[in-house]
């Protein structure tokens, strides 16, 4: 997979709802009602990641989940963070 440029970064950022790119990685966060509702769109959002065999860094404390997506064979973000991205929005229902 190869590893897109920051203006096809830019321009896929537009049509993705509240993901930011630094750090050679794509990064969005959220917060849930509560620690249960948070850990169930961890667990949902693992399968999708296991379905693609792309995998987040993530960190969870209490009802908030920090994501980093980045493509570490490429060195940087390719089409499949975006792909993880949109799936990730899709289960979280985030509005657009």
């Known amino acids: 997979m190869k590893k897109l440029t920051n203006t096809e970064i830019d321009a896929k950022l537009e049509n993705l709802t509240d993901w930011d790119f630094y750090d050679d990685a794509l990064h969005t ?4 009602d509560n620690f ?3 850990m169930s769109a961890m667990n949902r959002i693992a399968f999708e990641c296991e379905a693609l ?3 987040p860094e993530w960190t ?3 009802n908030t989940l920090d994501i980093s997506l980045t493509t570490h064979d490429a060195g940087g973000v390719t089409e499949l963070d975006f792909k ?3 799936a990730i ?7 657009e």
């Open 53 to 55: 065999n792309h995998h």
């Open 84 to 86: 993880l991205a949109k």
């Open 60 to 62: 969870n404390v209490y």
């Open 89 to 95: 929005n899709q289960i979280v229902e985030v509005e």
């Open 29 to 32: 966060d959220f917060e849930f």
């Open 36 to 38: 249960k509702d948070c």
